[in-house]
């Protein structure tokens, strides 16, 4: 099934950070290129996931977001099968500090990075996601199966982490990487 989703980019420190509105997915990329190349993967993998659960994957929206202060905004076709056969994403959590976010994974022992603002700490958590990935693979170690990003609580895996520790800001995305790519 193939279909095509509008995207709004933000430009960022270090490239885009990258919204799905349809789909609530964020990702990012050094350059256009390769935030739309990130958007398409992060839908493909938001899309295989719902077949796998058993749930039909969402329409695209034909109205387009409005951009504003430099955002640019596109559509991306999205081939869904061709992403069963190569990328990977994870649910991670955001959590905004006074000096940035930081970023937790939960299905992966809580591995975390953080970044200087939400684009940087998306950077920072697909970077972060891919070293993982790589090093498991490397090693021959079980990589877990991604838990569904509607399951994933920001707050319970903060109180699990620290529970004195004061909750702010805290949000769930999906992380995509395609660790085929160099």
């Not at 796998?52 to 329409?59: C, F, M, S, V």
Request: include cysteine; proline fraction near 6%.
């Amino acid at each position: 099934m193939k279909a095509s989703y509008p995207v709004i980019l933000t430009p960022a420190g270090r490239g885009y950070v990258v919204f799905v509105p349809n789909l609530n997915i964020n990702t990012e990329g050094g350059t256009l290129a390769e935030a739309l190349d990130m958007a398409r993967d992060a839908i493909g993998i938001w899309g295989i996931t719902e077949q796998d659960a058993g749930r039909t994957i969402l329409e695209a929206s034909d109205t387009m977001p409005i951009a504003v202060g430099g955002q640019i905004v596109r559509r991306v076709e999205v081939d869904f099968e061709a992403y069963r056969r190569g990328a990977t994403a994870y649910p991670a959590c955001f959590y905004k500090e006074n000096d940035g976010y930081s970023v937790i994974f939960p299905d992966l022992n809580y591995l975390a990075t953080q970044g200087d603002n939400f684009g940087d700490a998306m950077q920072m958590a697909a970077e972060c996601l891919a070293g993982y990935l790589r090093a498991a693979q490397r090693d021959g170690d079980a990589i877990p199966v991604p838990s569904d990003l509607a399951d994933v609580d920001p707050v319970a895996v903060s109180k699990e982490l620290d529970p004195a520790l004061p909750i702010g800001k805290a949000s769930v995305h999906l992380v995509s990487v395609d660790i085929r790519r160099g």
